[in-house]
């Protein structure tokens, strides 16, 4: 297939190295085009706008940070929507909003374009092995046609309604996540403060209920003081005021990730949103 991809950040170029492998074309663009450098040695062509991206693909990706950005990439003077999309599928891998979702979705369809909003779970590693948990709102004829593109980047994938429904999944994901992130920085606050031996401990938790991806995952990185960024912190807290806002509309509280989201800006308060979201930990032990 000709794909395009914009957004080659921490996990869109890994997603795209994976698409080169398979053999297929892309087209890539990112605001830092010195990001796409790898990328473009490795086979990829370098697009100067996103416009330009979706006139050669097929199957157009996005991948950026914030619901604006993907206003922008897709309703800007050289977005995607600025071309013709006649028969093409375009995804949005970006946690994003699920109304941004629908206007794309209802958008796409008035040009003869299909849309799926598919945001993704699993972080930088995720990304790197191919072992992404992808979750899609749209059509089932588009969604059945770039399938094979999903078992690529993914080991879970499923369409969970129409336009908007696979931001909403996202939603209900990081609703989790911000519940398992703070058990984790306060289980290894408290094994510390106790003089257990925390490595010791995790073992131990690892093999009960306490398990989770979370644990196994960040875990390691904080013993070893390593708050570099599968995740950033800013669009960790991006994600649950999402959350937070959809509640809203459904008149439901949410009071664990109301907490969640005030320590996490707390700790982007003090420096540090362009820290991974195991960076948590920081709020009790040594900011280094």
Same mark, same amino acid.
């Given at each position: 297939?000709?794909? =395009?991809?914009?957004?080659? =950040?921490?996990? #869109?170029?890994?997603?795209?190295?994976? @698409?080169?492998?398979? #053999?297929?074309?892309?087209?890539?663009?990112?605001?830092?085009?010195?990001?796409?450098?790898?990328?473009?040695?490795?086979?990829?062509?370098?697009?100067?706008?996103?416009?330009?991206?979706?006139?050669?693909?097929?199957?157009?990706?996005?991948?950026?940070?914030?619901?604006?950005?993907?206003?922008?990439?897709?309703?800007g003077?050289?977005?995607?929507?600025s071309?013709?999309?006649?028969?093409?599928?375009?995804?949005?891998?970006?946690?994003?909003?699920?109304?941004? $979702?629908?206007?794309?979705?209802?958008?796409?369809?008035?040009?003869?374009?299909a849309?799926?909003?598919?945001?993704?779970?699993?972080?930088?590693?995720?990304?790197?092995?191919?072992?992404?948990?992808?979750?899609? =709102?749209?059509?089932?004829?588009?969604?059945?046609?770039?399938?094979?593109? @999903?078992?690529?980047? #993914?080991?879970?994938?499923?369409?969970?309604?129409?336009?908007?429904?696979g931001?909403?999944?996202?939603?209900?994901n990081?609703?989790?996540?911000?519940?398992?992130?703070? #058990?984790?920085?306060?289980?290894?606050?408290?094994?510390?403060?106790?003089?257990?031996?925390?490595?010791?401990?995790?073992?131990?938790?690892? =093999?009960?209920?306490?398990?989770?991806?979370?644990?196994?995952?960040?875990?390691?990185?904080?013993?070893?003081?390593?708050?570099?960024?599968?995740? @950033?912190?800013?669009?960790?807290?991006?994600?649950?005021?999402?959350?937070?806002?959809? $509640?809203?509309?459904?008149?439901?509280?949410?009071?664990?990730?109301?907490? $969640?989201?005030?320590?996490?800006?707390?700790?982007?308060?003090?420096? @540090?949103?362009?820290?991974?979201?195991?960076?948590?930990?920081?709020?009790?032990?040594?900011?280094?």
């Amino acid at each position: 297939m000709r794909i =395009g991809f914009i957004g080659t =950040g921490v996990m #869109g170029k890994s997603i795209v190295g994976h @698409f080169l492998a398979a #053999g297929h074309e892309v087209s890539v663009f990112n605001r830092t085009k010195s990001k796409t450098d790898e990328l473009v040695a490795k086979g990829a062509v370098w697009k100067d706008t996103p416009a330009e991206v979706t006139t050669f693909s097929e199957i157009v990706f996005s991948m950026v940070g914030y619901p604006s950005d993907v206003e922008e990439i897709y309703y800007g003077e050289k977005g995607i929507l600025s071309v013709d999309v006649t028969n093409k599928i375009l995804i949005d891998l970006t946690t994003s909003t699920p109304t941004l $979702a629908e206007k794309i979705y209802q958008t796409a369809k008035e040009k003869g374009a299909a849309s799926l909003d598919a945001p993704v779970s699993g972080g930088d590693l995720g990304a790197q092995n191919g072992t992404l948990t992808i979750m899609v =709102g749209g059509d089932q004829v588009a969604y059945d046609r770039v399938t094979p593109l @999903f078992e690529i980047m #993914g080991k879970s994938y499923s369409l969970q309604g129409a336009a908007g429904a696979g931001q909403h999944t996202k939603m209900a994901n990081q609703i989790m996540i911000a519940g398992t992130m703070t #058990g984790l920085t306060e289980m290894l606050v408290y094994a510390k403060a106790a003089d257990l031996d925390v490595e010791n401990v995790l073992d131990t938790l690892s =093999g009960g209920a306490a398990q989770n991806w979370s644990m196994t995952n960040y875990a390691p990185r904080i013993l070893k003081a390593d708050y570099s960024p599968g995740f @950033f912190v800013k669009h960790f807290i991006k994600d649950l005021k999402i959350a937070l806002d959809e $509640a809203k509309k459904m008149q439901l509280d949410l009071p664990a990730t109301k907490l $969640a989201t005030e320590l996490y800006e707390r700790l982007a308060d003090q420096g @540090f949103e362009n820290d991974g979201t195991q960076a948590l930990i920081k709020l009790w032990w040594a900011k280094s």
